[in-house]
């Protein structure tokens, strides 16, 4: 007995980027895994930014999808379910300086108050809020306190 089989199977994947983790240095970027392509996982990224003693975090948001996750006033509430937090310090549980929940125009810098920064990304999956391409941000470094 015999047989004759073809096999014509293209294989096609995404390798997504790290979804968190610890960031250093005079400068950095991250972003959403997916970016640049659009994804409606489910994502839970935190990032914690760290740099020398004495200087402060600048964290710029670059690119920002219409996470869509305002309430009906426009605001970001603790509910929504897409946002970006930017926090002071090494916790997301810190006092949080900016939240990102809907497509911005004008998008201004956040800086720390310390050496430290925690950015958290939420995605809610599904079909129910679309596909999002998240985020594209940068950080920089600068001197906490400058002489007068």
Do not use: I, M, W, Y
């Given at each position: 007995m015999s047989f004759d089989a073809e096999f014509?199977?293209?294989l096609d994947w995404t390798i997504f980027a790290d979804c968190g983790g610890h960031l250093g240095g005079l400068n950095g970027a991250l972003?959403?895994?997916q970016y640049p392509l659009k994804d409606s996982r489910t994502l839970n990224c935190d990032w914690h930014i760290a740099v020398a003693?004495?200087?402060l975090v600048r964290f710029t948001i670059t690119t920002l999808d219409d996470l869509n996750?305002?309430?009906?006033?426009?605001?970001?509430?603790?509910?929504a379910p897409n946002y970006i937090d930017v926090a002071e310090g090494p916790s997301v549980s810190a006092r949080i300086l900016r939240r990102y929940c809907k497509?911005?125009?004008?998008?201004?810098?956040v800086d720390s108050e310390t050496n430290q920064l925690t950015v958290r990304y939420?995605?809610?999956g599904g079909?129910?809020?679309?596909?999002l391409f998240g985020f594209l941000a940068h950080y920089t470094t600068g001197l906490l306190y400058c002489c007068t």
């Open positions: 014509n199977k293209k972003s959403a895994p003693a004495g200087n996750s305002a309430d009906s006033n426009g605001f970001c509430s603790s509910f497509k911005e125009v004008s998008l201004s810098s939420r995605q809610h079909t129910h809020f679309g596909s």
